[in-house]
């Protein structure tokens, strides 16, 4: 059983509570008022049973014959992923994965504000892109602004000391986009999203689709 974090909610819970959540601001779009467990589960791809077991984690249980109230449940999703308030955010990399997050303007209306860019490479240091000129971490730790989460995208041999810098600035939370495992102390938590793993895993399943198919069995995905 996955370990709960402070709060008492499993770490695999607090990882569906995003896609609770973007599920509930696509009903909302459509004018809905309410949604039964059945209808959210569908639109957030989970069994109904797991979602109602995650929601009562929050104290949320429905309503019988009514089901959720779509904004009430949204806000306490928000609440409990600490989206009500704006979390600074610093990318570090300016290769052309840092520069299309740089311009993703999905993170403002999800409660993160990319508040600086930083770089080593001499040809990328003082560029201004989306607004903000790029500088070191070092020049960012002595100056501000001040960042409560690090998304580092840099090739892997440069991203531990990327790590080490972040920490050293206080910095708690550090989303990893290197494909190489971090060191970091108690208390930082990493996040690792590793797109070539995942296009491995993918890989995997079109074989066994591709073998389910010459060998006359259906290879079922889960």
């Known amino acids: ?46 069994r109904s049973a797991q979602l ?72 990328v240091l003082g560029q201004e892109i989306e607004g903000l000129v790029v500088r070191t971490l070092q020049d960012i730790a002595a100056t501000g602004p001040r960042v409560s989460i690090g998304v580092i995208t840099t090739p892997a041999a440069a991203a531990q000391e990327v790590a080490d810098a972040l920490v050293e600035m206080g910095v708690r939370s550090i989303l990893n986009f290197a494909p190489c495992l971090l060191s970091v102390p108690e208390g930082v938590h990493v996040r690792k999203v590793d797109l070539a793993t995942e296009l491995q895993i993918l890989a995997y399943h079109e074989q066994q689709r591709a073998l389910g198919v010459t060998g006359g069995e259906a290879v079922v995905a889960q």
């Open 1 to 46: 059983m996955p370990e709960p974090n402070r709060r008492g909610i499993p770490e695999a819970t607090v990882g569906r509570l995003p896609g609770y959540l973007r599920a509930l601001g696509e009903l909302g779009e459509k004018g809905l008022t309410s949604v039964s467990s059945e209808e959210l589960a569908a639109a957030a791809g989970v």
């Open 52 to 123: 109602r077991k995650d929601l009562s984690y929050l104290g949320s249980y429905g309503v019988r014959g009514v089901g959720y109230d779509v904004v009430q449940l949204s806000a306490q999703i928000a609440r409990e992923l600490g989206l009500t308030q704006e979390w600074p955010v610093v990318i570090v990399g300016l290769g052309n994965l840092g520069r299309a997050l740089a311009a993703y303007r999905g993170f403002a209306t999800r409660g993160f504000r990319i508040v600086a860019l930083a770089d080593t490479d001499p040809a």
